[in-house]
């Protein structure tokens, strides 16, 4: 909590990244933060959507169990302590399959295509699986609309999700994915690229979609606790990422580029003051 409290305090020399917090009367809140908050925020109803947008500087119990509640946090560094040594071998025993020659490139019902160009052809389905940036766009995009407020269940799964992380931005614990439930999501996508690709194909869209997900998490927590230097992209990004916590949380999806907040028109939108300057 005092980490929390401390990154936020070295931002408000700065009015473009500085974080809008309101003053909360922890006796009088809609939920008791003595106690675990998941159950808590399931019958908060209509009142759920407002609370869950005023964010505030402490951290977060989710469930009571011990064990699973150690399993919903994490460090940061956890992920590319996990996911790189993963990435750097498929990537390598991939390109060792295409370097091979002859490799299935696409299947359709009666046609399949082959290439021999290993270097070009892996770096081609790497960086389409860098494509990760598009991903990152969408996948925020259900959990950024409000839940029905007769349904408790749905409230819990919005906060689970990502309501508690509008509601804690600064909860180092809740930045980055842990390692658990994210080794279900990731091999979800590894057993659909391979259901629907070759093996070699899907296997290297797979390596670079991983390290795409890798630079979107730890770009992601620099843009919560790192101080940017001013005019840098950076510093643009966690301008666009602080506005979208304190004052624009239906728009500016993007993490690591504005670029399909601008193809979908979720752009935030300037300050009159910006326009004028």
């Known amino acids: 909590e005092n980490r929390a409290v401390a990154s936020v ?10 974080p809008r917090f309101k003053e909360v009367d922890w006796e009088k809140d809609l939920v008791d933060w003595q106690k675990p908050l998941l159950w808590q925020v399931g019958h908060l109803g209509e009142k759920y959507d407002e609370w869950v947008h005023q964010p505030v500087t402490r951290p977060i119990r989710l469930f009571h169990s011990d064990l699973i509640e150690a399993l919903s946090k994490t460090v940061w560094y956890s992920v590319p302590i996990i996911w790189v040594p993963l990435m750097l071998y498929l990537s390598w025993s991939y390109y060792q399959t295409l370097a091979q020659g002859n490799v299935r490139l696409f299947t359709s019902f009666t046609t399949e295509y082959f290439s021999d ?6 770096r081609g389905l790497f960086m389409t699986g860098l494509l990760w940036s598009l991903i990152e766009y969408l996948i925020p995009l259900p959990v950024h609309m409000k839940p029905p407020s007769d349904s408790s269940y749905l409230i819990m799964l919005h906060f689970i999700m990502h309501g508690q992380h509008h509601k804690s931005p600064f909860d180092g614990s809740r930045l980055v994915f842990p390692p658990v439930p994210a080794s279900l ?7 659909l690229l391979r259901l629907i690709l070759p093996e070699a194909v899907g296997g290297t869209v797979f390596a670079g979609g991983l390290l795409g997900y890798v ?3 730890m770009t992601h927590y620099y843009l919560h606790f790192g101080s940017p230097h001013k005019g840098s992209f950076l510093y643009s990004m966690k301008a666009h990422h602080v506005k979208h916590h ?3 949380q239906k728009s500016g999806f993007g993490i690591s580029t504005k670029l399909w907040d601008y193809f979908f028109h979720t752009l935030i939108p300037e300050e009159p003051h910006l326009k004028t300057q």
């Open 9 to 18: 305090e070295t931002q408000k020399t700065d009015p473009e990244i500085e």
């Open 117 to 122: 160009g290993a270097e070009s052809m892996f």
């Open 185 to 191: 999501v990731i091999a979800f996508f590894y057993a």
């Open 215 to 217: 630079l979107y998490d």
């Open 246 to 248: 304190f004052a624009h």
